[in-house]
């Protein structure tokens, strides 16, 4: 079990920077994988990068280089740095918890409310 809440989000133009929060609470274990994931309009749910037990991150193509995932050591909160955005990165984002890091987005078993990102000039 796992309570998961998002924020930070907001409007920012090309260029900038957002770092969005997400706090978490329950079973450690339900945290073992932990991630964000994003819904743009027209488009499917996708993950944007995960980090699990071990410290270990993983990164869609599209954000490597730009977006870093972290979190503290006691998993409370989970964070996404965001760097030089794009309008392509326009989306509701998602934090996420599971056991383990599924292959399959709706896998993952408990998910925060939602904070929305917008990138325009």
């Known amino acids: 079990q796992a309570h998961l809440m998002e924020s930070g989000g907001g409007s920012v133009q090309p260029g900038g920077s957002l770092r969005l929060s997400c706090a978490a609470s329950?079973?450690?274990?339900?945290?073992?994988?932990m991630g964000w994931f994003r819904q743009a309009p027209g488009k499917e749910r996708e993950t944007v990068a995960t980090i699990n037990s071990f410290g270990g991150t993983t990164y869609t193509d599209s954000v490597k280089g730009r977006f870093t995932i972290s979190q503290d050591a006691a998993k409370t909160t989970l964070y996404l740095q965001m760097n030089s955005l794009k309008p392509e990165d326009t989306a509701m984002y998602y934090c996420a918890a599971n056991p383990f890091c599924p292959t399959v987005v709706r896998l993952m078993t408990y998910w925060g409310q939602g904070t929305q990102v917008t990138v325009s000039s």
């Open positions: 329950g079973s450690t274990y339900s945290r073992n994988c």
